[in-house]
C-alpha cells in the first residue's frame, strides 16, 4: 500500500515503534502531471514541423475571424457589456472594441466570442474546440507581457491546441463525451490553457505543477447547454 511517497510494510511487519517500513528498492509514484509538465517546458520553436507552424498561424486567422462574427451574438454582447462596465487595469483588448480590460476578463469575452457561433475549429477525434480555449487566453496574456516574439506564440498555442486534445482522448478515445454528458472543451480547456499561458509567461516545473493543479480544481463542464 503507498502511503505518502513511501511503500508501508505488508501487513505483520512493521518498523520502529510500529511504523510502517518504507521500501527503499520500490520507486515512488508518478503522477501523469510531470510527463505534461516537462513536455511543456521542452517543447520550442525549433522543434515544430513547418506544417504545424503554417496551421497555427491560420488557427489564429480564423479564430479572430469567427470572434468578431460572434462579437454581438447573443449571450455574447451581453457579457461584452458587463465586463466592460466592470472595467479594471486595462490589459487585454476586446476583440471588435478599443476596450482594455484584465488579461482574464479578454480571455473569457473573447473566448466566449469565438464560440458563439459554433464555426471555430474542431479536433473530432477528441471532440475539443482547441482555439477557443487557447488563443484567446495566449494572445491575452501576450497583451500584458513585454518581450514575447511571435516564435513564443506560436509555441503556446501549439502547446495549448496539442495538450487539450491529448487529454480528451486519454480520457475517453471514440467515444462521444455529449452521450454521456461532459463538455470536453472546457474540461480540458482549463489545464491545456494554463498550461499554455504559463509557458508564455516562463513558469518553471514547480510553477506549472501549481498552475496546472489550480486548474484541474477549477476544470468543470457538463452538456446541459446543448441539450
Not at 7 to 27: H, M, N, R
Not at 154 to 161: D, E, S
Not at 206 to 222: K, R, W
Request: glycine share 10%.
Amino acid at each position: 500500500l503507498y502511503v505518502g511517497n513511501s511503500v508501508a510494510a505488508p501487513t505483520g511487519t512493521s518498523g520502529k515503534e510500529g511504523e510502517p517500513v518504507a521500501s527503499s528498492s520500490t520507486p515512488k509514484p508518478s503522477d501523469a502531471i510531470l510527463d505534461l509538465v516537462d513536455y511543456s517546458l521542452a517543447l520550442s520553436y525549433e522543434n515544430l514541423p513547418p506544417e504545424v507552424i503554417r496551421i497555427t498561424k491560420q488557427q489564429v486567422l480564423d479564430t479572430i475571424g469567427v470572434g468578431l462574427a460572434g462579437h454581438n451574438a447573443e449571450g455574447v454582447r451581453q457579457l461584452r457589456l458587463f465586463t466592460e462596465a466592470n472595467g479594471g487595469k486595462a490589459e487585454g483588448l476586446v476583440w471588435g472594441t478599443a476596450v482594455r480590460v484584465p488579461a482574464h476578463e479578454a480571455a473569457r469575452v473573447n473566448g466566449a466570442m469565438a464560440h458563439a457561433l459554433d464555426y471555430d475549429d474542431t479536433h473530432e477525434k477528441s471532440y475539443v474546440h482547441p482555439s477557443v480555449i487557447t488563443i484567446p487566453a495566449v494572445l491575452a496574456v501576450a497583451e500584458k507581457v513585454s518581450g514575447l516574439t511571435g516564435k513564443d506564440l506560436i509555441v503556446a498555442i501549439v502547446l495549448g491546441t496539442d495538450i487539450s486534445c491529448r487529454l480528451a482522448l486519454a480520457a475517453q478515445p471514440g467515444v462521444n463525451p455529449f452521450k454521456v454528458g461532459w463538455h470536453n472543451t472546457t474540461i480540458y480547456g482549463y489545464i491545456s490553457s494554463a498550461l499554455a499561458v504559463g509557458k508564455l509567461l516562463g513558469l518553471d516545473r514547480d510553477q506549472l505543477i501549481y498552475a496546472a493543479g489550480i486548474a484541474y480544481h477549477q476544470a468543470a463542464g457538463n452538456a446541459q447547454a446543448h441539450v
